[in-house]
């Protein structure tokens, strides 16, 4: 069966320090891994997805298949980063449904 | 251009009662899926729609849950004798239209509370 975890339910941070959200999955097979955020009053969005290789807001995840992680760094916190956080996964074929984790809250201090 | 859209927001539903939630996904889009997200916790998959064609619907909770997208756009997800245990956010989301690994967008959910 496929599964995330995110252990930590509420991460809080000062301004300008780092964060790291924790990810870690079960698949049987190669996944792709999502992370999805959610602002206050708005709708769950993606940030980004592994294969894109891309840096969002300043965010970034690497997929460690040994460790079967997946988790979301920024290497200065801003305010509007404050958020809750959603790490995903789904498989490459047959069904193409989101497995997300529980969700960890990021709370941005000034 | 529009993204997924829901209706209604917010149901208060008595126990019992049936309901009908409705999905408005993003025009052209292939692929839809209903997921249940329940307070405190992440969404989990409920159905998923190709087209009109339901394809999975392995992960509705209960035969009281019946969805259906008669023409391969919109969506209604009915709950019919609802319980207690059914209030949940209640989210869609579509991806397209090659309906295969493409993002999935989501709607902004439909509250349900049933008392």
């Known amino acids: 069966a496929q599964r995330v975890t995110q252990p930590e339910k509420l991460l809080s941070v000062f301004k300008g320090a780092p964060v790291e959200l924790k990810c870690n999955y079960s698949?049987?097979?190669?996944?792709?891994l999502f992370w999805y955020v959610q602002y206050s009053r708005q709708r769950l969005q993606l940030l980004l997805r592994?294969?894109s290789r891309e840096s969002i807001k300043g965010f970034t995840a690497d997929l460690n298949k040994g460790e079967t992680s997946f988790h979301l760094k920024k290497p200065f916190a801003q305010e509007e980063d404050s958020a809750m956080y959603y790490c995903?996964?789904?498989?490459?074929?047959?069904?193409?449904?989101?497995?997300f984790g529980s969700g960890t809250r990021l709370q941005v201090q000034p | 251009g529009a993204g997924v859209s829901q209706s209604p927001r917010y149901k208060v539903a008595k126990r019992g009662q049936d309901v009908a939630l409705r999905c408005d996904p993003i025009?052209?889009?292939?692929?839809l899926f209903w997921y249940q997200q329940a307070l405190g916790q992440g969404p989990e998959f409920l159905t998923y729609?190709?087209?009109?064609?339901?394809?999975?619907k392995s992960g509705l909770p209960s035969d009281r849950f019946f969805a259906e997208r008669p023409e391969g756009s919109v969506s209604t997800l009915k709950i019919q004798r609802t319980q207690q245990e059914d209030s949940a956010v209640y989210l869609c989301?579509?991806?397209?239209?090659?309906?295969?690994?493409?993002?999935?967008?989501f709607g902004p959910g439909t509250r349900l509370l049933v008392l």
């Open positions: 729609f190709q087209n009109e064609a339901q394809l999975d």
């Open positions: 995903a996964l789904s498989g490459w074929t047959g069904r193409r449904a989101l497995t």
């Open positions: 025009s052209g889009h292939v692929s």
């Open positions: 989301a579509s991806s397209g239209p090659g309906g295969g690994t493409e993002t999935q967008y």
């Open positions: 592994h294969i």
């Open positions: 698949y049987s097979g190669s996944p792709e």
